[in-house]
């Protein structure tokens, strides 16, 4: 079964295992997002978007974007690179909206 697993998902080194374990802690985080917002959703019966939901984006692009760059994969790149920087603005934002408050 593991040299199954490890041929088909192409691994032949603990390192390619060790990313594809980055790889997947980076989505986990991202899908995690999704779970802390309708969790706050359901809680105030209303949608909304919590600011841990901003972390969790930034924290699986980051991760994510470790693992497109190792797999050399332009597009994946260029897809998470644009997502911090959005992420990393909506912090911003609200840091800013908390200190003038």
């Known amino acids: 079964m593991h040299d199954a697993l490890m041929k088909l998902f192409d691994l032949d080194t603990l390192g390619d ?10 989505q986990l985080l ?5 779970v802390v917002q309708w969790l706050a959703s359901e809680k105030a019966r209303r949608s909304v978007m919590p600011v841990a939901f901003w972390y969790f984006s930034i924290g699986g692009a980051l991760i994510l974007l470790a693992y497109a760059i190792h ?3 332009l597009v994946f790149t260029l897809g998470q690179t644009f997502g911090v920087v959005i992420y990393a603005r909506n912090l ?3 840091r800013a909206e908390r200190r003038a408050v």
């Open 17 to 26: 295992v060790i990313w594809v374990a980055v790889g997947l802690l980076g």
């Open 30 to 34: 991202f899908t995690g997002r999704f």
């Open 71 to 73: 797999r050399g994969d």
């Open 92 to 94: 911003w934002l609200i």
